[in-house]
């Protein structure tokens, strides 16, 4: 059996494995199914055992997975929700996140170049990983999924514009200036497809749901599709037009009966979900560069150090968009939830690899750190805002607005 044939049959089984694995051990406590996804990467990659080994072909499929992954985070996000002091202090959280994580991994790292890698990973957070977990916890359109949601869009979107604008291989200037028109074009696309009704469009995707046709979710990939090689063609990272495919399809589909929506978020989240996006965490497991972790005590050193900086560069100052009253557990929590990150960490690494930026044994470090920030942040996060539910509201704090 040749590798990719190989490839073919083991990526699905580990998806299943991950899946039987994150129920079960779900009844016990919750984690998120993509620390599986990796682990068991990892193990029966190259790292390990050595079963299955990455080629392009499931390495092109991981990309369309991390696009999807963006697009779906995309999707999510309710700016008429967040709008106002959630977005507004999240955005300034993150600013704070991006100037602390350059001026701390500036100081550590050889080069300006890998310390401006380093710093925009630890400012991210992976909004597509807690999406999941609030929506299971029930907690989506609560104050504090509300603050959450927001923090993750800015930690999401605000390390896809620095990519952008310091790793795009331009001149600082002119990468703003080709930003600004990437922007403009997709808030003209965002603006018509609010303004308009579609009222024929939508009686073809309604009479499509249920056949072969399936425009909805054709004219969902002509949508990624299109504004990821714009983004490409630009000069951008794919995943900035990943991202604001979602937010635009979320625009459009909103003038779509209720019914038909709901039948169309669910094709998307099994197309996503069940398909690319498990693809693209075990490629993370298979791609994951073990020995190099390990052969350097540097790298073994780094990785706590790196693991607690997600927490004071990231995580604190997600505090801003806390909720007004929120007890100190659900401000934790937040905290928790701040520093979880691993999509942007895995895709900066990847560019810093790929152009000789970073080591392999100091990328390795830090997406171990993002792993690990999955694995345990998202639990401790959830298990604080359980505290603080089950708790009786302090003094003072009874109806205060979000």
Do not use: C
């Not at 507004?88 to 100037?99: D, F, H, P």
């Not at 929590?333 to 999509?343: H, M, N, Q």
């Amino acid at each position: 059996m040749n590798s990719l044939s190989l490839a073919l049959l083991v990526v699905p089984l580990i998806a299943v494995a991950a899946s039987l694995i994150a129920t079960v051990v779900g009844r016990v406590v919750k984690v998120p199914i993509v620390v599986f996804e990796i682990l068991l990467g990892i193990i029966l990659g190259p790292s390990l055992l050595g079963w299955v080994q990455p080629d392009e072909f499931t390495t092109a499929l991981a990309d369309f997975g991390l696009a999807m992954l963006f697009f779906m985070a995309g999707t999510e996000i309710d700016f008429a929700v967040i709008r106002g002091r959630p977005l507004t202090r999240a955005a300034l959280g993150w600013a704070i996140s991006l100037a602390a994580g350059l001026a701390v991994a500036i100081a550590f790292t050889p080069t300006l170049e890998a310390g401006v890698i380093v710093g925009i990973a630890l400012g991210s957070t992976a909004l597509g990983t807690l999406l999941p977990v609030l929506r299971d916890a029930g907690e989506l359109h609560t104050p504090f999924g509300t603050a959450v949601i927001a923090v993750g869009a800015a930690g999401e979107f605000g390390p896809l514009l620095a990519i952008s604008l310091f790793l795009s291989g331009r001149n600082p200037g002119l990468a703003a200036v080709v930003l600004l028109g990437f922007a403009v074009i997709a808030a003209l696309a965002i603006t018509v497809a609010a303004r308009g009704k579609y009222t024929g469009l939508n009686r073809l995707i309604s009479a499509t749901l249920h056949t072969s046709g399936q425009l909805a979710i054709r004219l969902v990939v002509l949508i990624i599709a299109a504004l990821v090689v714009l983004s490409v063609v630009l000069g951008l990272d794919m995943l900035l037009g990943a991202f604001a495919a979602g937010v635009l399809w979320r625009v459009f589909v909103a003038h779509a009966q209720p019914a038909d929506r709901h039948v169309v978020e669910i094709k998307l989240d099994a197309i996503a979900f069940g398909f690319l996006v498990p693809i693209f965490f075990v490629n993370t497991g298979l791609t994951f560069d073990l020995p190099a972790l390990l052969g350097d005590p540097t790298a073994l050193v780094l990785l706590p150090v790196l693991l607690v900086l997600l927490v004071l560069v990231r995580g604190l100052p997600g505090l801003l968009a806390a909720p007004v009253g929120s007890s100190r557990a659900d401000k934790r929590a937040i905290v928790f939830f701040s520093a979880t990150g691993l999509p942007v960490i895995v895709a900066v690494t990847t560019i810093g690899t790929d152009t000789g930026l970073l080591t392999s044994a100091l990328a390795a470090a830090l997406v171990a750190a993002g792993m690990l920030s999955v694995l345990f942040f998202p639990v401790l996060g959830l298990a604080q805002h359980q505290r603080s539910t089950a708790a009786p509201p302090a003094p003072g704090t009874a109806g205060a607005a979000p």
